[in-house]
């Protein structure tokens, strides 16, 4: 499976963005999805995981409330909705297959996709 996220940029602090993970190659919409974060010299961070069939959505403590995980499996592709964005928030963000269901880590996920830049300005 690859995957390409699309859909970063810079924003305001309040601002909004939405990212996409598409996903090619050998793809099943029954693979759990889910977006990690990593801001420099931090740590990977989970962010949120979807089931594959869109249920039990999860998500990290510093974002839950104000993103929301979403797929569309016809279209092979997964969405992060990220509303309310602070500079904390300013990373790259990277999707991935998830390997191990109900996990948080990164070594719970696999098939990382390159990476999209999300620059929130105070």
């Known amino acids: 499976v690859q995957l390409v996220e699309s859909g970063g940029g810079l924003v305001q602090a309040g601002g909004s963005l939405r990212l996409s993970c598409a996903a090619s190659?050998?793809?099943?919409?029954?693979?759990?999805m889910g977006w990690f974060r990593q801001a420099p010299g931090k740590e990977r961070e989970f962010v949120a995981a979807i089931s594959w069939s869109g249920g039990m959505p999860r998500y990290g403590d510093s974002v839950k409330g104000r993103f929301t995980i979403s797929r569309d499996n016809g279209k092979n592709t997964v969405f992060l909705q990220m509303n309310s964005l602070e500079s904390e928030d300013t990373a790259v963000y990277y999707c991935?297959?998830?390997?191990?269901?109900?996990?948080?880590?990164?070594?719970?996920?696999?098939?990382w996709g390159q990476g999209t830049q999300v620059t929130v300005s105070s």
């Open positions: 190659g050998r793809t099943a919409p029954w693979f759990g």
């Open positions: 991935a297959v998830e390997i191990r269901p109900g996990g948080r880590g990164a070594s719970d996920f696999g098939s």
